[in-house]
């Protein structure tokens, strides 16, 4: 009933071995849902790659359309590229390089609002407090075990973010776009 950003690019990442359509249709299908707007209800901005889609009746308490995530935008760039690695046809990529560019957009600009050079967030009032893997509202502690306070910047999600960056600014450059520079 739902679909998951990261789960789903996750899934199509590691099904490349077997043919690159899977991560295609993932792609094409996040691509088509990436924010375009900043929402502080949905948490959707500019760029950003949304985290949960469901069905009016799956939704409880998020919203139908849910943009809460930090890691979903840098594996979306990621994907690309690996299925552009592993054959996805370059006609299929370059039809999705626009997105690529705004997800790129958004990991220097509102995945990192103080410009440190680290994705992080603040807890999401109106969704997930922590929005990484570990989404559950206990899921980031500190060796004490106290809750960590935001704003943070999960170590996994910079791994995701370098990767993302270096392997997009490759393919900007292979397609001959402008920005993989910065």
Same mark, same amino acid.
């Given at each position: 009933l739902t679909l998951f950003g990261r789960d789903s690019l996750w899934a199509a990442r590691m099904s490349l071995p077997l043919g690159a359509e899977l991560a295609a249709g993932t792609l094409r299908t996040l691509a088509r849902r990436q924010g375009s707007r900043t929402d502080q209800r949905t948490g959707e901005a500019p760029g950003k790659i949304a985290h949960e889609l469901r069905s009016a009746d799956a939704a409880v308490w998020l919203p139908e359309t849910y943009y809460g995530t930090v890691d979903a935008t840098p594996l979306f760039v990621a994907t690309l590229v690996d299925a552009w690695h592993w054959g996805m046809p370059e006609s299929e990529v370059a039809a999705l390089l626009p997105a690529v560019e705004r997800a790129l957009d958004w990991l220097v600009a509102d995945g990192d609002p103080d410009g440190d050079g680290f994705i992080e967030y603040a807890a999401d009032q109106a969704g997930l407090s922590n929005p990484g #893997?570990? @989404?559950?509202? @206990? *899921? +980031?502690? #500190? !060796? &004490? *075990?106290?809750? !960590? &306070? =935001?704003? /943070? =910047? /999960?170590?996994? +999600? $910079? *791994? &995701? =973010?370098? $990767?993302? *960056?270096?392997a997009g600014a490759e393919l900007l450059d292979a397609f001959h776009r402008p920005g993989a520079q910065r």
């Open positions: #893997w570990k @989404d559950s509202h @206990d *899921g +980031v502690q #500190w !060796a &004490d *075990g106290r809750f !960590a &306070d =935001a704003p /943070l =910047a /999960l170590c996994e +999600v $910079q *791994g &995701d =973010a370098y $990767q993302a *960056g270096t």
